[in-house]
């Protein structure tokens, strides 16, 4: 059994009196003090501000892209052979006698909001119809922009975006959390997935460092997801009002309009987040999940009907086909891809979607560790990875799918692919329904971007506070939850005064460099947990 490992609980210092009672001071002070200062220069210097941002993100494409690329793969195989192994079945993230805190349905529900949410929506028309334009195939010649086959080739890279990768990311440090804090008594904070590496080492300075890196991890991936939500919050009022204040002639959402929009989310955030997760987490979730099940099945009836699954399977067989050569794909001037292009393609979407899903991987990794208690290895590497994306793929089969085949088939005659970005999915909802429908489904549309922003930031905030505070009870003051969402608020509004929502993926794909090491640490932190000593325990059946 693994029960071979064992060590002691960290002792990770708080405070017992003030405004900081039962947190630790230096991680909860050190990242805000980062913050503020990172706030401060984006408004004070913003064209300096701006220029360095596009510097780093250049510098982290050239270096840092093969390392994202073969990082995300090691994952997606380091999970898939624990799920293959016997012993998955039984060893628990917790004792073996302790069983699951939620139920499979509201355990799943809370998991996909969390997990994707407002990604899922954002992306659901905008990447297919972007990839059926230009993508690797196309630029190499092997497929023709616009044909019948760019259809397949575009949903070929949809899937390897939100396929078993992403879901790959949370699970590692799900694991790697659920093992050490639910099974082995460690604070329910980052740095105790390190624990089996580092030992009481990490009670000091390296300890901090760890935990205030995945809270600037946590900023920087929500931050990009809040942002990308009030885009398309904004569109979608535009489209129902034809007010100017939500988009001005170009279809682009204003600064105005988008400060508005995230003062309104994150008001409702906070709400949502002193109800706590039992109440407020699991409700906002739940009602996101029946909203976007209704939007899909929409899509389904009226869009793409009976394609949906051919376009679900081929897509399916296509990826699984293709997996090992996807994941591990790396274009440089020199190397496997020599097409022009080819490498800023990669760098805009893939590396772009690498970042993303490391930088959100802290707080989702947490809060899956969180509500997993009792589940076996098996269970939730399955619930995490399998599940989520088997939904991914009908979701944008249907949405993507419908918007792909409007194009080939000459009913959008190029409406949707010169729509802006964050109108493609309005302008598909109108030529899918008839004008009294579509502005139902355009409402439900901006009201569920609303409510997946909500639900991000709730588990955002909620893993913030935990890691602040070592793990403790006391991570669930509602003062701090009203701090940590202002201090988001600030972040999201100063990165969007810089350089609008285009400075998103520069931010994304810097920020995630530093976390990515401590995830590739996380992952041989669960080896040693599994299989300590010499004999592998998960061999063992």
């Known amino acids: 059994m693994d029960s071979r490992y064992e060590a002691a609980p960290l002792n990770i210092r708080t405070v017992s009196a003030g405004f900081y009672e039962g947190f630790n001071p230096i991680v909860s002070m050190s990242a805000k ?5 990172i706030v401060t220069l984006l408004l004070a210097w913003p064209d300096a501000s701006a220029h360095a941002l596009g510097e780093l993100k250049q510098f982290t494409l050239t270096t840092f892209a093969g390392w994202y690329v073969y990082l995300m793969a090691a994952f997606v195989g380091f999970c898939l052979l624990i799920v293959v192994l016997p012993a998955s079945g039984r060893i628990k993230l917790g004792r073996d006698e302790s069983i699951p805190d939620h139920s499979t349905k509201d355990w799943l529900c809370m998991m996909f909001c969390a997990g994707i949410g407002v990604g899922i929506l954002v992306f659901s028309v905008s990447e297919p119809i972007s990839h059926f334009a230009t993508n690797p195939d196309i630029l190499e010649g092997r497929v023709v922009a616009g044909s019948a086959e760019g259809v397949a080739s575009s949903m070929r890279f949809v899937f390897l975006h939100w396929g078993l990768s992403a879901w790959g990311c949370y699970a590692i440090i799900g694991m790697a959390l659920g093992l050490a804090c639910h099974r082995h008594g460690q604070p329910m904070t980052i740095r105790s997935a390190l624990a089996p590496i580092f030992g009481q080492r990490l009670e000091g300075p390296l300890g901090h460092l760890i935990d205030t890196t995945a809270i600037l991890a946590i900023i920087a991936g929500i931050t990009t997801t809040i942002v990308l939500g009030l885009e398309q919050i904004c569109s979608g009022l535009s489209a129902l009002t034809g007010s100017p204040f939500f988009a001005d002639h170009a279809g682009d959402p204003p600064l105005t309009a988008l400060l508005t929009a995230l003062v309104v989310a994150i008001s409702v955030a906070i709400a ?14 739940q009602i996101g999940i029946l909203l976007a099940f209704g939007v899909l099945v929409v899509f389904v009836l009226y869009g793409t009907g009976a394609r949906v699954f051919s376009i679900f399977v081929d897509g399916t067989l296509r990826y699984l086909a293709t997996l090992p050569a996807q994941i591990t794909t790396l274009y440089t001037p020199n190397g496997f891809g020599e097409v022009v292009g080819q490498r800023d393609w990669q760098g805009q979407w893939t590396i772009f979607y690498w970042a993303w899903w490391i930088a959100f991987a802290p707080f989702v990794g947490l809060f899956l560790a969180r509500i997993s208690r009792g589940r076996t290895l098996r269970e939730f590497i399955l619930g995490a990875m399998l599940g989520p994306t088997a939904m991914c793929f009908i979701w944008f089969s249907a949405t993507g799918g419908t918007a792909l085949l409007f194009e080939l088939n000459g009913v959008a005659e190029g409406r949707i692919t010169n729509a802006a970005h964050a109108n493609r999915i309005y302008e598909t909802v109108d030529l899918m329904l008839s004008p009294g429908p579509a502005m139902l489904i355009k409402a439900a549309l901006a009201l569920l971007f609303l409510i997946l922003i909500i639900a991000s ?18 991570a669930e003051t509602p003062l701090h939850s009203m701090t940590w969402a202002v201090v988001i608020a600030a972040i999201t509004g100063a990165v969007m ?18 976390f990515s090491v401590i995830m590739a640490l996380m992952a041989l932190s669960v080896a040693r947990m599994l299989f300590w000593n010499t004999v592998p325990p998960l061999l063992e059946r």
Do not use: C, E, Q, Y
Not at 33 to 37: G, S, V
Not at 506 to 514: E, K, N, R
């Open 272 to 285: 949502s987040i002193v109800s706590g997760v039992d109440r407020g987490v699991k409700w906002v979730s």
């Open 497 to 514: 005064s810089v350089n609008g929502v285009a400075s998103i993926r520069d931010v994304m794909i810097v920020g995630a460099v530093p």
């Open 457 to 474: 930031s709730t588990a955002a905030i909620i893993a913030i506070k935990s890691i602040g505070a070592a793990g403790s009870a006391h």
């Open 33 to 37: 003090f980062l913050i503020a200062l």
